[in-house]
């Protein structure tokens, strides 16, 4: 049973260009979630979503971030046009179906430069 | 008000020692409460759920205290290997949404 798997591990952007992150849950998973840390700082939680449903996006800024997890295939943050600012650790996270200490699997996270 | 805070260290302690971790969350109707551990550069990884009456895995003892609101990790005979940054995560209620806190380095010297 593969874990959570992301890609790519590492991206290289322009300022300006377009960062697309991928993240496949867990078999069995259908809640995701996304994360990003900055160096030497800690996890912020950005996004969770259900199939086809994003149910919590709190932490998501207004503008150039946008995710989704469709029917099929894995979920996408999306990030355009982007500034060095967003230069940091995205993880992705899945759980299974809800329920008491239904705890969190990660995975090893894509990290994105923007020059 | 952070949903989970979390005194951010960092802790240096010796080999051998005993150090313990206090996490204080802001929604009392949470319902799961864990604590991960993330190594540099790593993701994190699941360390141990906190239950209700307290659990014990090996050298680690975790503490739940819905009344105050927190949550502990206490980690006997530390070893050089427990070197780390500790996340203490809490849902929302009893749903399935996340709170991490900021995570408490800790560094075991030799």
């Known amino acids: 049973n593969a874990g959570v798997m992301q890609n790519p591990r590492h991206l290289v952007r322009r300022r300006g260009q377009e960062a697309r992150l991928r993240c496949s849950p867990m078999k069995g998973h259908s809640h995701v979630y996304w994360y990003r840390q900055l160096p030497e700082e800690g996890l912020k939680f950005m996004v969770y979503l259900q199939k086809e449903n994003i149910i919590d996006e709190s932490g998501m800024p207004k503008e150039r971030f946008s995710a989704e997890f469709p029917k099929e295939g894995p979920s996408i943050l999306r990030i355009q046009q982007v500034v060095r600012g967003d230069s940091a650790a995205y993880f992705c996270?899945?759980?299974?179906?809800?329920?008491?200490?239904?705890?969190?699997?990660f995975g090893q996270g894509t990290r994105l430069t923007v020059v | 008000r952070k949903e989970v805070e979390q005194d951010p260290g960092p802790f240096n302690v010796p080999e051998g020692a005993t150090v313990a971790f206090n996490c204080t969350y802001s929604n009392s109707a949470s319902q799961s409460f864990f604590w991960y551990r993330q190594d540099c550069r790593k993701e994190p990884k699941l360390l141990m759920s906190v239950y209700s009456s307290g659990n014990e895995d090996g050298r680690f003892t975790a503490q739940l205290n819905r009344a105050s609101q927190y949550i502990s990790l206490l980690i006997r005979d530390s070893k050089l290997s427990d070197s780390a940054t500790y996340l203490c995560?809490?849902?929302?209620?009893?749903?399935?949404?996340?709170?991490f806190g900021t995570g408490t380095s800790l560094t075991v010297i030799p």
């Open positions: 996270a899945s759980s299974g179906t809800e329920g008491l200490n239904t705890e969190a699997f």
């Open positions: 995560v809490v849902n929302k209620d009893t749903g399935n949404q996340f709170y």
